[in-house]
């Protein structure tokens, strides 16, 4: 790597992406021309032999460079905060919620997230010549991520979890989030265009039709979250539409960005391009389950770790016989999330 002496000693690396360089995980580059091969019995576990840079640092992106200066500048956080707000897995029609209301899952060997799909076709091919609110597809697989992320910092099942009808615009509005150390949104981020009307980088939350908040649109754009009060140290965009196609995706994240920087957030944690579930849910877990258990560790370091662990140890294990399937050694599993923001606490 031919800058490799400028950061030789480095532990972490703080990195302004330019251009199209914003849509690429740096930790899953190589630090060695000579890769080992490997022929191990479960597909994809070659890939553990593989020198990438996140094995030597931990990563932290920045928008801008005078953004670390920003950053550095914040007040302490308030360590008497409660640890969570999730809101995931939004009801988008009736035919959702009778679905939801039955109890009925919606399963599949692999399941990925963060394409916006509707009925007729994805969003990210501009295909349609109309959409809403209402046509979205859900996201039943991220219901259990925002459980597990809930159970691994301990908060309250009843009071900091907002799951199907629960996850509203109104839910965001009302709760009060400016005493919560992590927030999770799990569903659809939207760019200008794709719904009719759509004139800002958005979130997609359950619709009016089901919720019956007639004072709300379901739609919480990038005006109404600079609107609110956060005093948060991470917000994750768990399934947002952060890969869409010709760019649209650096659009979302760059504007949902600015706007939770604005509203008082430290760190965001986004993904790169559309996730699979099983092993995103791991991930994301790990990483708060590393921080609580060690408090000094960094937020940099923490995915640094997560990202290791799901590497070198994880696989994916037939439901039913447990037998190993592949390993998610594969970047496509562990590298597509970035942390953006401040790092180093």
């Known amino acids: 790597m031919p800058v490799h002496s400028a950061w ?5 690396l703080i990195i302004v992406p330019h251009g199209p360089l914003g849509h690429l995980p740096f930790g899953l580059l190589v630090t060695a021309d000579n890769i080992p091969k490997s022929t191990g019995q479960v597909p994809l576990t070659g890939y553990r032999k593989v020198p990438w840079l996140i094995r030597d640092y931990s990563i932290n992106v920045l928008p801008s460079s005078g953004t670390l200066l920003t950053m550095r500048q914040l007040p302490e956080s308030d360590p ?11 009801v ?25 799909i509707t009925k ?38 009843v009071q900091d979890v907002f799951l199907g009808q629960s996850a509203s615009e109104m839910a965001v509005k009302k709760t009060d989030l400016s005493d919560r150390r992590v927030l999770v949104f799990a569903t659809h981020g939207l760019v200008p265009g794709d719904l009719d009307g759509l004139r800002q980088p958005a979130l997609a939350l359950s619709s009016p039709m089901v919720t019956g908040d007639a004072d709300n649109d379901g739609i919480l754009t990038m005006g109404e ?5 956060l005093n948060a140290d ?11 196609g010709q760019g649209a995706g650096s659009e979302a994240v760059s504007g949902l960005g600015q706007a939770f920087f604005y509203a008082g957030t430290r760190a965001l944690l986004v993904s790169n391009w559309p996730v699979e579930s099983a ?19 960094s937020r940099a370091v923490a995915l640094q770790k997560s990202m290791l662990k ?17 390993a998610y050694a594969h970047p496509m599993f562990w590298a597509p999330f970035s942390l953006v923001g401040e790092g180093s606490k």
Request: glycine share 6%; with cysteine.
């Open 92 to 116: 988008f029609n009736q035919h959702q919620a009778a679905v939801l209301s039955a109890n009925q899952a919606i399963t599949g060997k692999i399941s990925t997230r963060a394409i916006r």
């Open 80 to 90: 008497k905060r409660r640890p969570f707000a999730g809101f995931g897995d939004p």
């Open 120 to 157: 007729e076709a994805s969003l990210d091919e501009g295909q349609l010549t109309t959409a809403t609110l209402e046509m979205l597809q859900p996201l039943p697989d991220t219901r259990e991520e925002v459980l597990s992320i809930a159970r691994a910092l301990n908060a309250d099942m």
């Open 310 to 326: 799901l590497l070198d140890k994880g696989v994916y294990r037939e439901p039913k016989t447990n037998q190993a399937v592949y």
């Open 225 to 229: 979250i600079m609107g609110l009060r």
């Open 234 to 244: 991470w917000v994750v965009l768990s399934a947002c539409n952060t890969a869409a």
């Open 8 to 12: 030789k000693g480095a532990k972490t």
């Open 279 to 297: 092993s995103a849910k791991l991930l994301t877990t790990e990483l708060f389950r590393q921080q609580e258990a060690d408090p000094t560790l």
